[in-house]
Every structure is written in structure tokens, then in C-alpha cells.
């Protein structure tokens, strides 16, 4: 593709070169007696006029050829189809957009190009001026309005659903975007609700770097994972995003998702995952496919590296999985400081403490049958 561009390049280089060169050499004869110059312009012209006309049809053809190829060899780099329900309705969407606007391209073009051999300089023709057509600037009018207006309330209609209040169903996990990577929290097993947040509570060295409010006891059995966001299949999920410094994008391009984490702003996206990764891989016939979350704001040096595994489960390997989970209390007992003190009753059972070792006598038993007495810490 780039020697093609460069070839492109140089082709252009040329003809712009030739077609100065025979600017400058018509406008030369003009220096010439009247007579003399009237008839070699005419000549000149006729015979410029003729060359030009042709070559630019001729550029329009090869064009179309070249930008053909280009597609049909592109296609292999294309995203495979949507792995979610609202990806396919925007793919359609897309790709009809793309033919009506492609249709059009190629239509205009043409002419553009077939009128300049066509109707090129011929001394012997007379030109005839149109100051108004009504009809014409009706049509011209009216057809385009109709196609764009049929474009824009059809994909308003899909956004407008996607866009909508997400199912009481759903699966709601908060993402935040910081410089240069995601958090994730998800609600515990136990009431299967995110608790609150403030921004003024984000303490990195405290261990709450999402700012949960430990005041809420929703949050007790919250969650999180810094590796890898799991959401299961077949069910509604809603992300609410967040971002706690700058501006970034959460972009899942196989479930055609993308929504701006702003800060002091939280924003939402639902959707309904179809296929999991085992059906990715399979359909693919790639065993290393993964999906993945990317920044798609350039928010800083590490732009290019704040990606996020993406993992869609069967709905019982996710409920399993997150069963497996342990809470941000359960993780991290220091946390339990930010409890209140008449709620740390509910907190405490998800501090893990450990049971001191207890000595006991026991007596094992060796090859000879013989009892030895031994000491044994449990």
C-alpha cells in the first residue's frame, strides 16, 4: 500500500510538471503577431483541450480501479461481526451510510470528470446559458434531504435505544479511567449493589484509589479487579465510567462500544454481549484472540498502553467467578478504619483473621507398629 502511495505521489509529480510546462508554453505564443497567435492558440488549445479532457476521464477510471482494490484488499483488516446485539444494528447502519454516500461519490464524480472531455473547447460550438430551472433545483434539493433525513432518524433511533436506561436486569460494573490503566469494581455477591463514592476519599496509599465510601454498606461486598473485566453473556451489562484525572475513552471495538470517561462527569454505556471469548476463538479459529478495553483519547505518554482484558464468561462460569472473588475489605482489612463505628459489626465479616497455630500431642504410629509421641503445630 505504500509503494502505491509512492507511486501515486510520483505519477501526480509528473502530470503537474507536464501540464506547467505546457501552460507556460502556450502562453509564449502570446508574445506572437495577432494573427499568428490566434491561429497556433486555436491549435494549441484544441490540441491541449483534447489531451486534457481524455486524461482526466482517464484518471476518473483508474481511480475507481485503485480505490475497488484498495477496499477489496482491505477487507481482511476488517473487525469481524459485532459480538454484541446494538454492534450488528450499527454495522448495518454503517455500511448503509457508506453505499447511499459511496453511491453519490461515484455518481458526482463521474460527471465531474466526463464533462471536461465532453464539453471541452470547440470554436465551431455555440454555448448556451440556463439562468433557472425550478425542476432541476427540486430535485437536487429534495432527494438529498430525503436520503440524509432517512439516514439521520434511523441512526438516531438506534442510539436512541442504546442510549436508553439499561434493563433492571442488568449487570452494573463501574470502570474508571486514570493515567495510564482502568479500575474496575463490581457489587458483591451479597447485595449485588455498588455502593457510593466520593472523589474526595481516593487514596492510593490507603488503598482506595476508587474513592469507595465505606460509610455505605452496599460497598462492603464490593469488589474489583486490576488485571481483567469479566461481564457475562447474554445479559445486559452496564458500565458507569468515570475518570479521576484527565480525559479518556473506554473502547471495546468487537462489542462496538466506545463512551468518554470525562472527569466530574459520569457517563454510562449498556449493551448485550453474544458471544464469549471461547466463541471468538472458535469462530475465529484463533486460540490467542482475546478482547480487549482500550483508551481511544489520547490522554499522555502511555496513551498507547492503557488496555484492559476483556473477558466474556458462559452466565454460570461468571457467577462462579465472581463467587471466587474477594472484597476490598476481605483484601485489604486496613479499609475497615473508614467504616463507621456502628456499622463495623456488618464489616467485620468480610476481615479475614487468621487463627493463631495451637500445639497439640499426638501420637503417630511408625513402620514397627510402635507409638511415637510428637508435638504438632495446627
Not at 155 to 164: P, T
Not at 178 to 189: E, I, M, T
Not at 241 to 269: E, N, Y
Given at each position: 500500500m505504500t509503494l502505491l502511495i509512492v507511486i501515486f505521489a510520483i505519477v501526480f509529480l509528473v502530470l503537474t510538471a507536464l501540464v506547467i510546462g505546457k501552460t507556460q508554453s502556450l502562453l509564449k505564443k502570446i508574445d506572437k503577431t495577432k494573427s499568428d497567435t490566434e491561429e497556433v492558440s486555436s491549435t494549441k488549445a484544441d490540441s491541449a483541450n483534447d489531451a486534457n479532457g481524455i486524461a482526466l476521464f482517464v484518471f476518473w477510471i483508474l481511480s475507481i480501479v485503485g480505490i475497488v482494490w484498495s477496499f477489496l484488499d482491505a477487507r481482511k483488516h476488517f473487525l469481524p461481526e459485532a459480538s454484541s446485539e446494538h454492534g450488528r444494528q450499527t454495522d448495518y447502519w454503517f455500511w448503509v451510510s457508506m453505499i447511499v454516500i459511496m453511491v453519490g461519490f461515484f455518481v458526482v464524480n463521474t460527471f465531474l470528470f466526463y464533462f471536461p472531455m465532453k464539453y471541452r473547447f470547440n470554436k465551431n460550438r455555440k454555448v448556451t446559458f440556463y439562468t433557472h430551472n425550478n425542476s432541476l433545483e427540486v430535485i437536487w434539493t429534495l432527494i438529498?434531504?430525503?436520503?440524509?433525513?432517512?439516514?439521520?432518524?434511523?441512526?438516531?433511533?438506534?442510539?436512541?435505544?442504546?442510549?436508553?436506561?439499561?434493563?433492571?436486569?442488568?449487570?452494573?460494573?463501574?470502570?474508571?479511567?486514570?493515567?495510564?490503566?482502568?479500575?474496575?469494581?463490581?457489587?458483591?455477591?451479597?447485595?449485588?449493589?455498588?455502593?457510593?463514592?466520593?472523589?474526595?476519599?481516593?487514596?492510593?496509599?490507603?488503598?482506595?484509589?476508587?474513592?469507595?465510601?465505606?460509610?455505605?454498606?452496599?460497598?462492603?461486598?464490593?469488589?474489583?479487579?486490576?488485571?481483567?473485566?469479566?461481564?457475562?453473556?447474554?445479559?445486559?451489562?452496564?458500565?458507569?465510567?468515570?475518570?479521576?484525572?484527565?480525559?479518556?475513552?473506554?473502547?471495546?471495538?468487537?462489542?462496538?462500544?466506545?463512551?468518554?470517561?470525562?472527569?466530574?462527569?459520569?457517563?454510562?454505556?449498556?449493551?448485550v454481549p453474544e458471544k464469549t471469548t471461547a466463541d471468538m476463538r472458535a469462530e475465529l479459529n484463533n486460540p490467542d484472540f482475546n478482547y480487549e478495553i482500550a483508551c481511544a483519547e489520547v490522554c499522555g505518554r502511555s496513551h498507547f498502553a492503557m488496555k484492559l482484558l476483556l473477558v466474556?464468561?458462559?452466565?454460570?462460569?461468571?457467577?462462579?467467578?465472581?463467587?471466587?472473588?474477594?472484597?476490598?475489605?476481605?483484601?485489604?482489612?486496613?479499609?475497615?478504619?473508614?467504616?463507621?463505628?456502628?456499622?463495623?459489626?456488618?464489616?467485620?465479616?468480610y476481615i479475614q483473621v487468621e487463627a493463631a497455630p495451637v500445639a497439640t500431642t499426638e501420637v503417630a504410629a511408625d513402620s514397627t507398629g510402635a507409638g511415637n509421641a510428637g508435638t504438632i503445630l495446627k
Open positions: 438529498p434531504a430525503a436520503i440524509m433525513a432517512g439516514l439521520v432518524f434511523s441512526g438516531l433511533r438506534v442510539w436512541n435505544k442504546v442510549m436508553d436506561d439499561a434493563p433492571q436486569n442488568a449487570e452494573v460494573i463501574e470502570i474508571m479511567g486514570k493515567q495510564f490503566g482502568w479500575l474496575v469494581r463490581y457489587p458483591g455477591v451479597d447485595d449485588n449493589k455498588l455502593g457510593n463514592y466520593n472523589y474526595k476519599l481516593m487514596d492510593d496509599a490507603g488503598g482506595n484509589d476508587m474513592g469507595i465510601d465505606f460509610t455505605d454498606v452496599h460497598s462492603f461486598d464490593d469488589f474489583g479487579n486490576a488485571s481483567e473485566l469479566h461481564i457475562p453473556k447474554g445479559k445486559p451489562v452496564l458500565l458507569k465510567i468515570r475518570s479521576r484525572d484527565v480525559l479518556h475513552s473506554v473502547f471495546i471495538p468487537h462489542m462496538r462500544v466506545k463512551m468518554d470517561a470525562v472527569p466530574g462527569m459520569p457517563t454510562k454505556f449498556w449493551f466474556v464468561d458462559e452466565p454460570e462460569e461468571y457467577e462462579k467467578w465472581k463467587k471466587s472473588q474477594k472484597p476490598f475489605l476481605t483484601v485489604n482489612p486496613a479499609l475497615l478504619e473508614k467504616v463507621p463505628d456502628n456499622l463495623k459489626a456488618n464489616a467485620l465479616k
